[in-house]
């Protein structure tokens, strides 16, 4: 397994499940005419379009670094600009009403730097949105990290392990607070009943998998991914009615500068 971009179409198989916490971080947001929105990882554009449904008359740019998610999100509507950027070195091409970012910023490091860096591309007043999956002490995560140990492709793969990639909710408002007027911070956790054969190996294919797989050639990844399988599904049997439990976990922050 070679490829190094994202896989949309994948990405897309829990389209539902993975809309909701975007749309719960937005309905916070309480901007009323923004003129400049960024959508920071925009992904396949989904929830941009929803940003150019609440606002429409913003200036609206989704970035992401997979021109893949890019390619699907070019048809998701009109009059929202895309730009293919790494959000590492990301700089705005003028400062933001809105900065939103769902589901993105747990795959960058050094948080502590990142978050004011990208609060320095918001005018002030104006608000950073962002959604953070928090389930990495979960089975569903917990689990990848075990069969990485657990293999002959644990020296090669250790390096591209991401077993605790985000921060305590108190370290966030630590790291936000000095820079902002008011900052509203919460947690959620979303029993989503997936439908499927094995749903929880499908849901972490299209994202903490992704970046494993690609180092593994095509019979390493299928042993990778059934001895995951065996785990996942101990965790999160089948229920009666054919559906899978996968509890998640999602921090939410909006800052107002």
Known sequence: MTT???????YLNFGTERLRPALDLLAQVSSENPGLIYDLGCGPGNVTAFLKQRWPRARIIGVDSSADML???ATVGEDI???LGDLNTWQPEAPADLLYSNATLHWLDNHESLFPRLLTAVKPGGVMAVQIPNNFSEPSHTSIADTVRNGPWHERLKLFQ???PVKKMTEYYQILRPHVTSLNMWETIYHQQLDGEDPVVTWTMSTMLRPLLD?????EGAMFIEDYRQRVRKAYPLQNDGKTILP???MFMVAVK
């Open 215 to 219: 180092q593994l050639n095509q019979a």
């Open 71 to 73: 390619e699907k999100a």
């Open 162 to 164: 991401r077993e605790h």
């Open 4 to 10: 190094s971009d994202w896989n949309a179409a994948l």
């Open 248 to 250: 998640f976990k999602r």
């Open 81 to 83: 600009e895309w730009q």
